[in-house]
């Protein structure tokens, strides 16, 4: 299994096919050469390409990185068996993280590790961690290759607010996030001269605006435009999935929200906590499930505010909170360090 870590299922995504021949390093020798020009099998021709290609890769390329997480229960030599596997096809470790809980007989690693895709292709790899998860009954067994495997195809759910869905398109933008994004999808419309809507008319990013009443929460609509993609973003959306939603949707959703809860809720909960003199202001990312801002967490950060700050000033440091919360959480995901630990915490490599 490759592509990412699914919390809620263990979906995976497939590879980008990759051409290891690069034509421009293969140079005709006339009526003697090797390649060209020489008499012989078609057999000779091919495995002097190879030699060629593999000599040209060598020489100009650089390994490729792979990331590997695992979880299985507790045995004996399971990092042996993780390293024998890389080092057999001529990888090499550059790190290793792993959790074993106490008094429990479960195992957990992270492992990065780099790689000649012609002497170890990205097939066999898959096929390599397929077998050692067999021998330890592992519940996953996780592989992905960022620069040959596709980004997470992924959709963006907002209400009005826009400072977190504005940080996430800037950083999408600079490549600072591994994912394709499908659509945005709001229960707020927007102008069409606003800063946003350019911005996604730019990229050829949809916006979808899908007004929400009593009776209709367009879900069954939502759902259809989600369909094709990997793991969904609440960049601050306003709005309760249903179980229904999440149980057909059945894959991840990540929801970003202030730290505020349950001390202040209702309307303006900033400037509640603001009017009672707090002195610790936090955010929290996590997995979406039907208990509200209930699901396990995937990553929270804090910051101290004073009687100095004005409501202004306070509002702006939960809002930056929140902004780089979701984009570390993203991208925590992408780099398959979050994994399902127990029935509602994680692991966070």
């Known amino acids: 299994m490759y592509g990412y870590v699914h919390y809620r299922t263990g979906c995976h995504s497939k590879p980008r096919p990759f051409d290891l021949i690069d034509q421009n390093n293969i140079k005709r020798k006339g009526k003697r050469g090797m390649v060209f020009g020489r008499r012989g099998s078609s057999s000779t021709t091919i495995s002097s390409l190879?030699?060629?290609?593999?000599?040209a890769f060598s020489s100009s390329s650089s390994p490729f990185r792979g990331i590997h997480v695992f979880q299985c229960p507790?045995?004996?030599?399971?990092?042996?068996?993780?390293?024998?596997?890389?080092?057999?096809?001529?990888?090499?470790?550059?790190?290793?993280?792993?959790?074993?809980?106490?008094?429990?007989?479960?195992?957990?690693?992270?492992?990065?590790?780099?790689?000649d895709p012609l002497r170890w292709p990205r097939d066999v790899i898959d096929s390599d961690f397929l077998k050692l998860s067999k021998i330890f009954s592992a519940k996953k067994s996780v592989v992905r290759v960022p620069d040959l495997d596709p980004k997470y195809k992924i959709a963006v759910l907002?209400?009005?607010l826009d400072h977190c869905l504005v940080d996430l398109l800037h950083r999408w933008q600079e490549g600072r996030l591994p994912v394709d994004i499908s659509c945005i999808i709001s229960n707020h419309n927007r102008a069409p001269n606003t800063h946003v809507i350019r911005f996604l008319e730019r990229h050829g990013i949809p916006y979808h605006y899908l007004p929400r009443t009593l009776g209709n929460k367009r879900e069954q609509e939502i759902l259809e435009l989600v369909e094709e993609t990997d793991f969904l973003v609440l960049a601050r959306?306003?709005?309760?999935?249903s179980g229904k939603f999440l149980e057909t949707y059945d894959k991840?959703?990540?929801?970003?929200?202030?730290?505020?809860?349950p001390s202040f809720k209702g309307r303006n909960p900033s400037k509640q906590a603001f009017d009672a003199g707090v002195k610790l202001i936090g955010v929290t990312?996590?997995?979406?499930?039907e208990g509200l801002d209930a699901g396990p967490i995937i990553e929270q950060m804090v910051e101290r505010v004073s009687h100095r700050d004005t409501l202004r000033s306070f509002v702006m440091k939960s809002e930056n909170l929140e902004k780089q919360c979701l984009a570390q959480a993203m991208k925590s995901y992408c780099e398959l360090r979050v994994l399902p630990y127990e029935s509602n915490r994680t692991v966070v490599f």
Do not use: W
Request: glycine share 6%; charged share 20%; proline share 1%.
């Open 252 to 261: 991840d959703i990540i929801n970003i929200h202030h730290g505020l809860l």
């Open 237 to 241: 959306y306003m709005q309760i999935l």
């Open 158 to 160: 907002t209400s009005r």
């Open 285 to 289: 990312s996590h997995f979406v499930t």
């Open 74 to 115: 507790d045995a004996v030599g399971i990092v042996a068996k993780l390293s024998d596997c890389i080092a057999s096809r001529g990888g090499n470790i550059h790190s290793v993280d792993v959790f074993v809980p106490e008094n429990k007989q479960v195992f957990y690693s992270r492992s990065e590790f780099v790689f």
């Open 50 to 55: 190879r030699r060629i290609a593999a000599r």
